[in-house]
């Protein structure tokens, strides 16, 4: 055996050996963060201003008749806690879909517009047309495909820029949301404390009718999204080489803008524009799982386990009830800022 | 001979220039066009009044719905025209200062982090009097100014328009968290509270505009001193200092005349954006870069542009009304992508 050879083997083989160390590391991390999520879904369900032991949880999921805990936790914190998770894993798939697929983690959908285009149409159905929930669903994500493809022409000139994408979602974001404000000041039945609650994302008053459109559009689109998790993780190489590598790049690009619009426009119909989770959970994962490896599941997961906690925290932590949006708000801007602060020091690109 | 030869050189130069005369006619133009709409901002409203009843209102009458309306008209034009104003001349600055195109009160989180400072102080230190609240938002516009302007400058390459309008959206998002986690479990002061979310001009009274107008014109002096400075600072950092400005000296205080400007609108009228950001791109097509030139006439058109959005969310809407806020980011945006889409990639 040559000194080459031998050197060529153990290359290969740290390479298998990293490999394998990642996808271990990778599996874990989604294990871990599955059994958090259903360990923090069990204290809210359990947990409130009456305490309601694991039995009687289980009794109410099981359908029998508990007295007391079959309406607190059967029709108040039943639906409350599967919209936190439903929304979460919509918003972090959503998000984390948009963030690879333009190689940006500041091209989110709730930085660059889309979000605010479903939030605006949501406002706007729920106060003006006063429509139903499924109604709301659908009229949330039309908006919102045709804000991403409004901002994807405006940012075309001789190709798709990142930077300039993101500063023209910045633009059109601030038009919808004043489109959104302009919607809920003329709400005359509901005040102010009402609509800022709707506006930065709240799980108040959640009842079933609203959970259900949001747990098809995850039943249906997160495996269509899974589904193209290769074929985005090929797209990173660039769109000449992923081609080359057999991915019809264009199909893949569509077919991830509809469904991640799909999912994030119907969490926001049901729960609002929850802040940052889309932003924050693509981030978070990729620093849980390393480099390497599909970031979709574990950035879903991250984005349930965020709503979930961020719910509960913001119910019981402080002496008055807040929204989930303002405890991921206050948590993940602060967050985004610092994110901006460390890629300008290191001067990588944006 | 040397003449003939000096010529072409000369008028050349003179294109290039633009005439004074051209520059004054235009600012005459744009004064006249204001006085219209201040007018059209006096008698159009959601409701329909007689000639005869303004007239009695302008002398100061105020019995009968129609005096009644037309006398609340007269102290919102008189704040639409301020606060455009003041608004338009503190974007023109901060465009000169980060020698960015995308600088604007707004976009660059000033406008919030007033807000927020002003809400905090409601909330937790009882801060009533509308002096206080002008100076508590002079404070955290110049707090948010200089976060933003840091954070957005760090790295290669200094303040490019990308990073400083990234971190500015990013500070805008962190303080409306911030300010909506103080208002939303205080009903008491939601109401007082409102107008900080969306900007408007139409809760004005003379009182509340005599207490900001020593601020704003405090502000107009000390940007309108600094015009000079920021035409050498638009030459680059070195040149200037070659040509003997006091670079640091001239950055500070143009950008204090801005926050002061911006600030103190805020404190106001809530967070009005965009105007910073649309009037003095339109006006460097007609006057030119020449900040002697640009702020007066930024002034008038901001002016002219607030009060013709004032009186169209008006009109709109009747018998509702839309704030102004929000007209003008409807009109902005559209400008701010425009103006991102001509720049190139490289220059972002």
Known sequence: MTLLDRARASTTDAVQHGRAARARRRRTVIVVLALLIAVMAAVSL????????????????????????????????????????????????????FQTMLRNPLASPDIIGISSGASAAAAFAIVTLSLGATEVSVFAIVVGLAVALLIYLLSYRSGVAGTRLILIGIGVAAMLDSVTAYVLSQAAQWDLQEAMRWLTGSLNGTSWPQVLPVLVAVAVLSPVLLGQGRNLAVSQLGDDTASALGVRVDRTRLIVIVAAVGLIAFATAAAGPIAFVAFLSGPIAARLVGPGGSLLVPAALVGALLVVVADFVGQFAFGTRYPVGVVTGVLGAPYLVYLIIRSNRSGGSL | ??????????????????????????????????????AASVAVGSREVGWDDIVAALGGATDGFDRAAVATRIPRTLLAVLAGAALAVSGAVMQGVTRNPLADPGILGVNMGASLAVVTGIAFFGLASASAQIWVAIVGAAVAAVFVYVVGSLGRGGATPLKLALAGAATSAALVSFTSAIVLPRGDISDSVRSWQIGGVGGATFTSIQQVLPFVLAGFAICLLSARGLNSLALGDELAAGLGERVALARGGAALGAVV????????????????????????????????????????????LLTAADILGRIVARPAEIDVGIITALV????????VRRQKVKSL
Not at chain 2, 14 to 35: D, E, K, S
Not at chain 2, 332 to 339: C, K, Y
Request: glycine share 12%; aromatic share 6%.
């Open chain 1, 46 to 97: 359990m947990a409130g201003r009456t305490f309601y032991p694991p039995a009687d949880v289980i009794g109410v999921i099981l359908g029998q008749d508990v007295p007391g805990a079959s309406f607190t936790v059967g029709r108040l914190r039943l639906p409350r806690t599967a919209l936190a998770v439903l929304a979460g894993l919509s918003f972090g798939l959503g998000g984390v879909a």
């Open chain 2, 1 to 38: 001979m040397t003449s003939t030869a000096l010529a072409p050189a000369a008028s050349g130069a003179a294109v290039v220039r633009r005439p004074r005369r051209l520059r004054a006619l235009w600012l005459l133009i744009a004064a006249a066009v204001l006085v219209a709409l201040a």
């Open chain 2, 261 to 304: 400007l911006c600030g103190a609108v805020t404190a106001i009228a809530g967070p009005i954006g965009f105007v910073g950001l649309v009037v003095p791109h339109a006006c460097r097509l007609l006057v030119g870069v020449d900040h002697r030139w640009l702020l007066p006439f930024s002034a008038v058109v901001g002016a002219c």
């Open chain 2, 332 to 339: 902005g945006a559209p400008v701010f992508i425009a103006i």
